[in-house]
């Protein structure tokens, strides 16, 4: 016997007891984001690197350390998207929907990072991304929060924590850097290797360290909020003030500053206690110029992402998935007539009642084996044909869910039983 080919590491399937699970997620997404005016959109899986070391940066974890990177068979570059933002706006540039347009987008899809493996935190690992173009005031800020606190609600999750910053402009940012800089270099024996290196690229990154031994130095830095001009500080307030007018409670964290280059303005994460390290379910802000930067004319953008296989892992921890449908109809068969008749009920029930499930038994098999069948498949109803009920015309029914009770009835008069069954089962 040959040896077994395992899963790549960090990449799970998504089994059949678990899609119904992800299907419901999806489809509360989906309806919510059409219903808002947002379109689909979808990418490849695979993009040119330079297109992530340009947008997401290269002196970031992601591009230095978690990206799938190979050449191709001409020796071009090419990346498993590790996130969905960039790929999302250079298919936007590629195909002119940016150009003096606004656009409300969506996707859903797989993303790819080499990270150490823990529940939560996978190298495939799924995610639903929202972004806009074209809108520069803080409104668009608010309907997204806004849209991500319904989802919330619809899904019936609980103690789901918003957590806010401004990053203010380039102009400022750059010059809070001075500031930061300054303050970290009077203190760089206190810096652990990963923050030296980043001290000269990318000192905003350091706020985002999780080094235990450098919490204290970091909570005692200067805060980016008290070096921001009137106008990034009013477009954050004004945000602020919508927030508290809806009731959407929020807590502002200055240390808040993501793990992408690409952002400015606002940026936010929804995070929650109940998922260990993994804290963070859904997260987005502003990046404005990324549209520039990735070869597009200068515009407005903004837009979140969530994972979802954190987002099922919560709504198992919280109770709050719904029972699996289970099937209206499993037919069992005996005998060849027995079986051509059955396909043809099958069919005449699909015909006349939306929605209705049916199984159909396959593989033959003994009268126990069909039951053991039906019973496991979770239908409500087993409908049963033999000889003696094709010869006179009739079918059997039992209840598979109460015991004992099994009934007879014309074959002509099924689908108004079945009807009338399913009515009284829905209320």
Not at 98 to 127: C, D, I, S, V
Not at 142 to 165: P, Q
Not at 184 to 205: A, M, V, Y
Not at 327 to 355: C, H, K, W
Request: aromatic residues 8%; negative net charge.
């Amino acid at each position: 016997m040959a040896n077994k080919i395992r899963q790549v590491k960090g990449m799970p399937p998504v089994l059949p007891e678990s899609t119904p699970n992800w299907q419901y997620v999806e489809s509360k997404f989906r309806h919510l984001l059409q219903s808002s005016g947002y379109a689909e959109i979808r990418m490849p899986l695979l993009e040119h690197t330079e297109l992530f070391k340009r947008s997401i940066g290269e002196v970031t974890d992601i591009v230095e350390k978690e990206m799938y990177t190979f050449d191709d068979l001409n020796g071009k570059s090419l990346t498993l998207r590790p996130e969905g933002t960039a790929g999302c706006v250079r298919t936007a540039i590629d195909n002119g929907l940016l150009h003096n347009q606004k656009q409300r987008l969506w996707y859903a899809g797989p993303m790819f990072r080499h990270e150490n493996t823990q529940a939560g935190r996978y190298r495939q690992f799924h995610q639903i991304g929202v972004e806009a173009f074209g809108f520069a005031d803080t409104d668009i800020e608010l309907e997204h929060l806004v849209l991500v606190s319904r989802l919330w609600k619809e899904l019936g999750l609980a103690n789901m924590t918003l957590e806010l910053n401004t990053l203010g402009t380039s102009e400022e940012r750059l010059q809070y850097k001075k500031i930061l800089v300054d303050y970290f270099q009077q203190q760089q024996d206190l810096l652990d290797e990963d923050s030296i290196r980043r001290l000269g690229s990318n000192p905003l990154r350091i706020l985002d360290s999780k080094n235990p031994q450098m919490a204290e130095l970091i909570g005692n830095a200067p805060v980016l909020l008290d070096h921001l001009g009137e106008e990034s500080t009013g477009k954050f307030n004004r945000l602020l003030a919508l927030l508290d007018k809806l009731q959407i409670a929020y807590t502002v964290n200055t240390r808040l500053v993501r793990g992408l280059d690409y952002y400015c303005h606002t940026v936010y994460e929804w995070t929650t206690n109940e998922l260990g390290a993994q804290s963070a379910v859904c997260a987005g802000g502003r990046f404005d110029g990324l549209v520039e930067q990735l070869g597009g004319r200068a515009g407005t953008a903004v837009g979140f992402a969530m994972g979802i296989e954190r987002l099922i892992m919560l709504l198992e921890k919280q109770n709050s998935l719904p029972e699996p449908e289970r099937p209206d109809i499993y037919l069992v068969m005996l005998g060849d007539q027995a079986q051509e008749t059955g396909f043809v009920i099958a069919e005449t029930l699909r015909d006349a009642i939306a929605n209705i499930r049916v199984i159909i038994n396959c593989g033959g098999g003994n009268m126990k084996a069909q039951i053991k069948r039906a019973d496991k498949s979770g239908a409500e109803l087993a409908l049963f044909l033999g000889e003696d009920e094709v010869n006179s015309g009739q079918i059997s029914i039992k209840y598979l869910r109460e015991e004992g009770k099994q009934i007879k009835i014309d074959q002509q008069k099924l689908v108004e039983f079945i009807r009338k069954h399913i009515s009284q089962r829905t209320g």
